[in-house]
């Protein structure tokens, strides 16, 4: 009897994975891993898993094997960090050996480590030490950058005034908002509103994330060596991605068109310049490529992350109007109907910096956090830890962990303040994660928070179309990232 090809094909898939899963039970065996569940052959504990709310699963497991435990995803060990405390003494108190990334195949097989997210080593600390130093030429986190986002913020009140009360869906216009922020420092210029081919790019990151926060994008992680080669959402992932990518690298080259190495305008330029000067180095890591993956994480990150944000802040401000009522009697008092909200302002706004917080925490954009990796062999709280071993840091963990937050699963904004009303900061609070791998993004991130949402509520206040009781905070999807449900809301000028 003969093999079909597409039975041959099978059998060998079947043949990697129990030699993968076998290669992984003893690189476990290199260390002493802390106690799990038994895995079996190919899946690992992945039947144990609900992969439409992997979170919720994970943290049932750490009740069983506590804050520390190992579960396998296919052939690979992962170790789980749950709470507050572990996670905290992984990732801050021993930062350096925590600072690998772990793998991510879903996005490693179109940046090839390239870009800062992935990449690893020296060539991470060298991306992102150059990143970091540019960024900051180009106003990242100084006065510049400020006004920056304050003059968006106006074309952004613009646009919504439009919409005359009429129902309305925010997810592009905001996804626009924010883009144009950061494209103002990479690219050295904004896109108009009507840019159609600009919008159709806010929707395909948009539709990234969504799709990143789906069972498929899990199951790829699992086993992108079989998934790669069938067909579902991740193809259409790989396809946006691709999308993303010839745009950037069109700009690219008509910076390149352009470029006057004595006068560098934007991060693109800068990073031709050091092309330039290391061009006859051949360890180093400036090239095009590296260029157009960094600016995807850069265009990709500092756009997803605030607009999901306000997009979500906006769903729970609706669904609690004694809230958004306070922070605009909040922003009456000190800013006023007029003038623009600026970063000074914060300092005499704890209630609104609270909610912002509040928002954050309750939002919980990234639940499992991106998986790190031990960069050496690791003494971990009694364990060993082999170089290279996958970290999962739970963040939804410590942001619901009920000794750091009285009240965790409901949106309270006295998390974030004290007896006396002051802000009060919590050490818990980490949506850009904490430690090495910290978000480089953070300081911009908190900025454009504060300025769009007072703005916002500054101008309008947004009323529902369906009753209150009806609006549903819990994420559409909860995997790598929590999407909110889809509203439509009615934006009346105040």
């Not at 690998?100 to 060298?126: H, M």
């Not at 290391?278 to 400036?286: G, I, N, T, V, Y």
């Not at 904490?434 to 480089?440: H, I, M, S, T």
């Amino acid at each position: 009897m003969e093999f079909s090809a597409a039975t041959a094909a099978l059998l060998a898939i079947c043949i990697a994975c129990l030699l993968m899963f076998f290669k992984g039970s003893r690189q476990g065996k290199r260390g002493h891993l802390p106690p799990g569940p038994r895995p079996l052959p190919i899946v690992g504990n992945l039947l144990l898993l609900d992969m439409k709310n992997t979170v919720k699963s994970m943290l049932e497991l750490s009740q069983r094997y506590g804050s520390i435990y190992t579960i396998y995803l296919g052939s690979q060990p992962f170790v789980v960090l749950c709470g507050y405390q572990v996670v905290k003494e992984a990732l801050v108190d021993q930062a350096e050996e925590f600072s690998a990334r772990g793998d991510l195949p879903v996005i490693f097989d179109f940046t090839r480590g390239d870009g800062i997210s992935l990449s690893q080593g020296e060539k991470w600390k060298v991306l992102r030490r150059f990143t970091i130093h540019t960024l900051r030429n180009f106003g990242m986190g100084k006065h510049s950058i400020e006004e920056r986002i304050q003059e968006e913020a106006q074309y952004l009140v613009q646009e919504l005034a439009k919409t005359k009360g009429e129902p309305s869906d925010l997810t592009l216009t905001l996804g626009h908002a924010v883009s144009n922020v950061i494209c103002s420092i990479v690219f050295g210029d904004r896109f108009d509103y009507e840019d159609k081919k600009f919008l159709t790019l806010v929707g395909l990151m948009n539709d990234n994330f969504r799709i990143f926060s789906s069972p498929c994008a899990q199951l790829y992680n699992t086993f992108p060596h079989i998934l790669r080669y069938l067909p579902g959402p991740h193809k259409q992932l790989f396809a946006n991605f691709e999308k993303l990518r010839l745009f950037i690298l069109e700009i690219v080259k008509e910076h390149q068109a352009t470029f006057d190495p004595s006068c560098p305008r934007d991060f693109i330029d800068s990073f031709l310049l050091k092309m330039q000067e290391e061009k006859k180095d051949p360890l180093s890591h400036f090239h095009t490529n590296t260029l157009v993956m960094t600016t995807h994480n850069l265009f990709f990150g500092g756009t997803e992350s605030v607009s999901t944000t306000l997009r979500y802040g906006v769903l729970i401000l609706m669904k609690h109007p004694e809230v958004a009522a306070k922070v605009q009697e909040e922003i009456s008092k000190v800013i006023g109907p007029h003038r623009n909200p600026s970063t000074e302002d914060r300092v005499k706004m704890p209630y609104t910096d609270a909610v912002i917080h509040e928002i954050q925490r309750f939002v919980d954009l990234i639940p499992l956090g991106v998986p790190h990796a031990v960069t050496k062999d690791t003494h971990f709280r009694g364990f060993v830890l082999p170089k290279g071993t996958n970290i999962m840091p739970l963040l939804h963990s410590v942001h619901k962990d009920p000794t750091q937050f009285k009240n965790p699963e409901a949106f309270d904004p006295t998390h974030f303040l004290d007896e006396k009303g002051g802000f009060r900061r919590s050490d818990a609070f980490m949506p850009f994660s904490a430690g090495k791998r910290l978000c480089l993004g953070e300081g911009l991130a908190r900025m454009e928070l504060f300025l769009y949402l007072t703005k916002l509520l500054q101008r309008f206040t947004f009323q529902p179309t369906c009753p209150r009781e009806e609006l549903d905070l819990s994420p559409l999807s909860s995997g790598t990232g929590n999407v909110p449900r889809p509203y439509r809301c009615r934006i009346v000028p105040r």
